[in-house]
Structure formats: structure tokens, C-alpha cells
């Protein structure tokens, strides 16, 4: 079990809107003598204050929050769960709007790197390596794991060449996630089937490229949380539901009940190889389970959620989180 010296403080680095996996994090790292320091990054700059101060007479960084100060040489370890854009004031002259968002995100990532000797989970710069889906893939080859036949392109022509080689059975992706807005409103963008009469929209590429794969036939879809070495598995059955076959965040909720799973050994060395070359402490990670048993490796999302594991299947993550941080 890792444990805190005493009165080390852990930067939670998240937004006002996260709640559950924030909590319970922060409970795990009490109970092993830490000292948890919440921050919501989309406060930043009307609620949070930041300060960095360098110089040959004095050097410091310093944060103050919710009536607390917290300056960087207390901090052992961050977990970078989410940064989120900054919630401006509504009088902002819009034409600043931009500046003031580049400027803020600019002086949120100066203030983190007067953290660079603490334990991160994940290193911010390992993490947004590791978004590279294209990398990814190419990663999760290289450690022996199957992946779809993938094609990223804006080229219309080769679109409805790849459509043809993989005889219709093609869905669209992103490359990135659209982020959720802080009011709940979603312009999150699924995983979706793509038709012989969506390939004359071709023209639409030229716009932004996106991400063609080949559909693999699922009997389950598994949602591995990586942490540190440790394996959580959980997995929804996709046979039954036409949406779910597709993407499971589309299925209702009655069928997307989570049930524990787990994966061959070799399987989870690879997954473990993967990991290690992506330099990733915590991810997220989709696999598909083919009728004929095969696993297939989708994709790894380094902040990807778990919340739902822990409660729904009893899972320790939020312990295992906690630990890989006072390592």
C-alpha cells in the first residue's frame, strides 16, 4: 500500500461538474494519510488563483481555492483526471474571449510544471502523446494485439475504396472526443455505421478528415481500466441490441448492465506491453470480444471514465488510483 508522509498534499486536478470517481479518490487517499487538494480547473481565473513566482531572491507557486492555500512544494503527486477550458464571466467582451482562454490555459500548464518532480498520473505530456489514435494502433500492433483495419483520410476516393474492400462492414469515428459542455448538453459524436448512400456525402471530407474502421462482429464490448499493472474488466453484452453493436454509449439502459469479465493472461500482457510503451500509468481501455472468442483492441483513453465499474461492479479503482500515487 502506498502511503503519504504526513500532511502531503495530492492535487486533484478536475472540474466543478465531477463528482463520484473525484470523491472516492479522495477517500482512498485520506485513508492512507494524504492530504487531497481538489481543483477545478474550469474556475480558473474568476474563482481559482494562481500565482508563480520566479527569481534569483524568492521562487514559489502557489494556489488558492474555496478559502485554502496549497503552494507546490506540499505536493506529492497529481491526477490529472481532467482540464478543463475556463468558464469566463458572461460580461466578457467576446472579442477577448479567445485571448483570455489561450492566456488562462497557457498559465494553467506554466503552474503545473513547477510540479515536474511530483508523481503524475497520467504525465501530461505522455497522456496527450498517447490521444494519437494512429499511434495507438500502431503501438497496440507492435505489442501483438489485433486491431480493426483502419483508415484515416479527407480523400472521398479512398473512402469508397476502403468501403469496398471491407464489403460494406465500415463504421466513422473521431480522431479526438468532443468534450460535454458544463451544462450537461452533449455534442459528443458516436461511433457510427456507415451506409453505401452516406459514401455520396463523400464531399463532406474536405471539411475535416475522420476515422474509418472495419466492424467487427461483437458478442461483448470490454471496458478494461488499466491502473498501474492492475486489470479491472468490465464488459456489456452487445449481441442482442443493433445500437450497441455499433457503439455501446448508444444502447439503452437496460442494456448496458456492466458485468465483471476478465482476460486471457496473454491478453493482459499485451494490454500491460501497451501500457508500459505508451508510458501510461491509468487508461481506459475498449476491447471487442468476437463470437469465435477473438479480442480486439479499439482504442485507450488515457482520462477515460470508471466511475461506473467501481459502482456498478464493486471494483477497488479508486484504491488502485490512490496507490499508484503514493507509490
Not at 498534499?9 to 461538474?17: E, G, K, M, R
Amino acid at each position: 500500500m502506498g502511503l503519504a508522509r504526513e500532511g502531503g498534499a495530492v492535487l486533484l486536478l478536475t472540474h466543478s461538474q465531477d463528482h463520484f470517481t473525484v470523491d472516492r479518490v479522495a477517500g482512498a487517499l485520506r485513508r492512507r494519510g494524504a492530504r487531497p487538494f481538489r481543483l477545478d480547473t474550469d474556475r480558473f481565473p474568476e474563482r481559482v488563483k494562481l500565482s508563480a513566482e520566479l527569481g534569483s531572491s524568492r521562487a514559489g507557486h502557489i494556489i488558492k481555492y474555496r478559502g485554502k492555500l496549497l503552494s507546490a512544494a506540499e505536493v506529492e503527486a497529481v491526477w490529472a483526471r481532467r482540464i478543463w477550458l475556463p468558464r469566463l464571466a458572461e460580461d466578457l467582451d467576446p472579442k477577448f474571449h479567445d485571448l483570455c482562454v489561450n492566456e488562462s490555459l497557457a498559465a494553467i500548464e506554466g503552474f503545473l510544471d513547477g510540479l515536474h518532480s511530483a508523481r503524475w498520473v497520467n504525465d501530461p505530456g505522455r497522456d496527450r502523446e498517447a490521444e494519437n489514435k494512429l499511434l495507438q494502433l500502431r503501438t497496440a500492433l507492435e505489442v501483438g494485439l489485433r486491431v480493426p483495419r483502419t483508415l484515416v483520410t479527407n480523400d472521398p476516393q479512398q473512402l469508397r475504396r476502403f468501403y469496398r474492400e471491407v464489403n460494406g462492414m465500415m463504421v466513422a469515428k473521431l480522431l479526438r472526443p468532443v468534450s460535454m459542455s458544463m451544462d450537461g448538453a452533449s455534442s459528443f459524436v458516436y461511433t457510427s455505421e456507415v451506409t453505401r448512400s452516406d459514401l455520396a456525402e463523400g464531399n463532406l471530407l474536405r471539411h475535416s478528415p475522420m476515422v474509418f474502421q472495419e466492424r467487427i462482429p461483437k458478442s461483448c464490448e470490454l471496458r478494461v481500466a488499466f491502473v498501474a499493472g492492475q486489470l479491472f474488466v468490465g464488459a456489456i453484452d452487445a449481441s442482442g441490441s443493433s445500437r450497441g453493436q455499433v457503439d455501446w454509449r448508444r444502447s439503452s439502459a437496460a442494456e448496458t448492465r456492466w458485468e465483471r469479465d476478465q482476460v486471457p493472461g496473454d491478453l493482459a500482457n499485451s494490454v500491460k506491453a501497451l501500457m508500459t510503451k505508451l508510458g501510461l500509468v491509468y487508461g481506459a481501455i475498449d476491447l471487442i470480444r468476437t463470437p469465435e472468442g477473438e479480442h480486439v483492441f479499439l482504442e485507450v483513453n488515457p482520462g477515460g471514465e470508471w466511475g461506473m465499474l467501481e459502482r456498478e461492479l464493486e471494483f477497488p479503482i479508486s484504491e488502485a488510483i490512490a496507490g499508484a500515487l503514493l507509490q
